[in-house]
């Protein structure tokens, strides 16, 4: 019984189109889904704060065509769109797309794209200068993880950069929210229950992908690690 469950189980947290396209239905509930809140002024904090660690990490340029895995509502997109040449959506609920598209229907540079939920197949190789990913990792069992980080490095043009976050078990703030989680009952953990990282696991993703120049930040709660794409 216990193996027949911990299968069950594990197939549900990965199939992720049908979790969060159903977590997605309504606007309302996809943003309770992501963020536990629907405020708009709370969402636009949020993605300033977010746009300020890209800034720091990675930095926007005008040129750049950016792409962000897992981009729910658009609630990064919303303010980087302007700051760059292109920004692409790309999400595995055609829920999530579809608000995406509405709430940002004003910018003129802005591609939704819906994804398989395994890889980046819409996003042709070669053709982006910077992909990020924030507020995902915890959902995604590692094998993904690690395939969004190839598959980013697959993306990128040359000299492009890459951008990761997710809870930081090693922080005393990550081990709380790991301890909390865990405290849920086995049958009453959703398939989006959310996963911490390491540090070592992160920066092991970007090596073995081939990223060179990585480099990592620990604010409090989070782990962010970033690369670059060798020119040659």
């Not at 959506?89 to 829920?95: K, Q, R, Y």
């Not at 009952?185 to 990223?211: C, D, K, M, N």
């Amino acid at each position: 019984m216990f193996r027949r469950l911990k299968y069950s189980l594990g197939g549900m947290r990965s199939n992720y189109k049908s979790t969060w396209n159903r977590l997605a239905w309504t606007e309302a509930k996809a943003k309770d889904a992501v963020s536990g809140f629907q405020s708009e002024d709370l969402y636009r904090e949020a993605a300033q704060a977010t746009l300020g660690m890209l800034q720091t990490c990675v930095g926007i340029h005008s040129d750049d065509v950016v792409l962000e895995i897992g981009a729910g509502v658009g609630r990064v997109g919303a303010m980087l769109a302007p700051l760059c040449k292109e920004w692409i959506g790309s999400d595995v609920s055609e829920n999530m797309v579809r608000h995406m598209r509405r709430r940002l229907a004003a910018h003129s540079n802005v591609r939704a794209v819906t994804t398989n939920g395994y890889d980046l197949s819409p996003i042709a190789s070669q053709s982006v200068d910077l992909v990020y990913c924030t507020v995902v990792f915890m959902h995604l069992e590692e094998f993904e993880r690690y395939g969004y980080v190839a598959e980013g490095f697959r993306v990128l043009k040359p000299g492009g950069r890459m951008l990761v976050d997710n809870v930081n078990l090693m922080s005393d703030e990550g081990w709380e929210f790991f301890q909390n989680q865990r405290k849920l009952p086995v049958h009453r953990r959703p398939p989006h229950i959310s996963h911490t990282s390491t540090p070592q696991e992160l920066e092991t993703y970007f090596r073995r992908a081939g990223f060179v120049d990585i480099g990592q930040i620990q604010p409090g709660l989070w782990i962010v690690t970033y690369g670059r794409k060798p020119a040659g």
